[in-house]
Nanobody
């Protein structure tokens, strides 16, 4: 059964860091682009970052450039999102998704989703 599980969310103060993990099972990461998205109540889901199946193409939304880093370890079937210099505006539920290449930051192209992990940035 295809499954994505996010972990690593939590409460952090402004300026702090968190590392999110997206671990997949039931399929190989070798064939999918992986994206991180976030959503706050009342707003549309926003693409944060994505990485191609080979890791050769990486994209970030403008608001996180220079602060977030996406990486993948296909041997561990895991994709990471290192988040630094966190701001209150980063507060959201973060989801990872898997989609056929090239999926980019278009969530409509993603086929599989995790359940999400809450990130709260607050003092």
């Amino acid at each position: 059964q295809l499954q994505l599980v996010e972990s690593g969310g939590g409460l952090v103060q402004p300026g702090g860091s968190l590392r999110l993990s997206c671990t997949v099972s039931g399929f190989s990461l070798d064939y999918y682009d992986i994206g991180w998205f976030r959503q706050v109540p009342g707003k549309e889901r926003e693409g944060v970052s994505c990485i191609s199946r080979t890791g050769s193409r990486i994209y970030y939304t403008d608001s996180v450039k220079g602060r977030f880093t996406i990486s993948r370890d296909n041997a561990k079937n895991t994709v990471y999102l290192q988040m630094s210099s966190l701001k209150p505006d980063d507060t959201a539920v973060y989801y990872c998704g898997a989609g056929p290449p090239p999926s980019g930051l278009d969530d409509e192209l993603y086929e599989y989703w995790g359940q999400g992990t809450q990130v709260t940035v607050s003092s």
